[in-house]
């Protein structure tokens, strides 16, 4: 009945499905565990008629013209630059760090001397990991990476992670560099925004087409059996291909183990008044157990509310228990090698492909998701088409 089923209907699903049924003619079902489609991306009215992430804050941003151009057929965008400011003590600090927040940070013939040195040293408009900062010779440029380490990284990653910035990954604090320049954006994408109606409006107009089933509510695992290099779906012997979007590890009964995540409990607060924090973002790096705020108004830019409504994250440690969401990968060696052993076996099924952020146990933005998702319906359907 379907040529291709797709497990999960976050930005990877519902990308992939709507390509393999446009360009492929391909029959697919999308099929997704959640009462919604969506995944993390997922936004809704609050009981007060405010819009909200259910999952986390979710700004798109990209510079792949290509994506941008594919989900501009499903929505049209409230486009904005994004800032974001740190809480440290009484002063609320441009993030990533930049030549701003240094003049606000040091005196004024202080920084003018750092800013020089940066300037020269890494060149106007250059981008420097905290962790490469850090390790300069020059003693004035580690005071200001030192400055940087402790009210920026240390105790927000802290929190994040569990571990501190030298025990992660490097890229996921370079994922925030010092700018050597005076712009205060988050991101340096030329489209930034959110879609006018919201993201689960997009992707419904995205799934909504002749040759796609949504079928909600639906965990996969009662229907999929992969057994001895062949699928069955409901007891019965699949030959198209299928995308699978959810974690791997859980896929294969977690024969090997868990795959360790990071996960978040979202504490939502409504006040009776016109604004919390004035700002969308700000991030608690010093403070506090969670480790930002957002107040969805100013991310959003919804008119007309009564009132507003506001999200602080506090992370902890994922452990697969009901309700829990495993958001982030944790990268390091040993649970890179714990991945592959899972990969290895979901690999002897050649019609079995995993995409996401669970099934490749990666950090994905949305740009980046979308991208990998057409390409890899592309690449289905030109070996379909052979
Ligand atoms: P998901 O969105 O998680 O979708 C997977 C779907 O599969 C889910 O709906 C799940 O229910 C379903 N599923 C899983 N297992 C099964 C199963 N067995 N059966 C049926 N269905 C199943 N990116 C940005 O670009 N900008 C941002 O501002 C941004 N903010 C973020 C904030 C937070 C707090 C987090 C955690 C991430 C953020 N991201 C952001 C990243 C973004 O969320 C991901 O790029 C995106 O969600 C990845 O999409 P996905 O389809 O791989 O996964
Ligand atoms: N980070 C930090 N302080 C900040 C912002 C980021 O320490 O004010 C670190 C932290 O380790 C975080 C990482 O940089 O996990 C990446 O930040 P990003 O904003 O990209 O995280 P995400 O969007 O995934 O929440």
């Known amino acids: 009945m379907y040529d291709s089923i797709v497990v999960g209907s976050g930005i990877a699903g519902s990308t992939a499905a709507r390509k393999l049924a446009e360009h492929g003619n391909r029959k697919v079902l999308v099929i997704e565990k959640r009462n919604h489609v969506g995944g993390n991306c997922y936004d809704c009215l609050d009981e007060h008629g405010i819009m909200i992430h259910k999952y986390g804050p979710h700004i798109f941003h990209t510079g792949i013209k290509e994506v941008y151009d594919f989900l501009s057929r499903f929505t049209t965008w409230t486009e904005f630059r994004h800032e974001v400011v740190a809480k440290v003590g009484k002063q609320l600090l441009p993030v990533p760090f930049n030549l701003n927040t240094l003049s606000m940070v040091f005196t004024k013939d202080v920084a003018k001397k750092l800013e020089e040195k940066l ?76 879609p006018d109606d919201g993201f689960s409006a997009m992707f419904h107009r995205m799934l909504d087409h002749p040759n796609i089933t949504v079928l909600l509510g639906t965990d996969a695992k009662k229907r999929l059996k992969l057994e001895k290099q062949q699928i069955f779906w409901n007891g019965t012997l699949f030959t198209g291909e299928i995308i699978y979007t959810g974690a791997v590890d859980e896929l294969f009964d977690v024969c090997f183990g868990r795959l ?111 991208k990998k998702a057409l390409d890899l319906a592309v690449d289905i359907i030109e070996e379909k088409n052979q």
């Open 119 to 194: 300037i020269d040293i890494y060149g106007y408009g250059n981008k420097v990991p905290i962790m490469e900062l850090r390790k300069n010779k020059d003693e004035e440029v580690r005071s200001i990476a030192e400055f940087v380490y402790e009210n920026i990284f240390l105790k927000y990653t802290m929190k994040q992670w569990g571990q501190t910035p030298e025990e992660i990954s490097p890229e996921v604090t370079g994922r925030v560099p010092i700018s050597i320049s005076h712009d205060n954006g988050y991101f340096t994408d030329p489209y930034q925004g959110v």
């Open 260 to 370: 360790p995540y990071r996960s978040l409990d979202f504490k939502f607060e409504h006040y009776g008044e016109p604004s919390y924090q004035d700002r969308s973002v700000v991030n608690y790096t010093v403070s506090e157990d969670f480790t930002r705020i957002t107040e969805f108004k100013f991310l959003t830019r919804q008119k007309k509310t009564n009132g507003t409504t506001i999200v602080k994250e506090y992370p902890f440690a994922y452990g697969a228990k009901e309700g829990e969401i495993p958001y982030y990968a944790i990268l390091n060696d040993e649970n890179r090698a714990l991945y592959e052993r899972y990969r290895e076996l979901a690999n002897a099924y050649p019609q079995f492909y995993l995409l996401g952020r669970l099934a490749e146990y990666q950090y994905y933005n949305i740009d980046a998701m979308t």
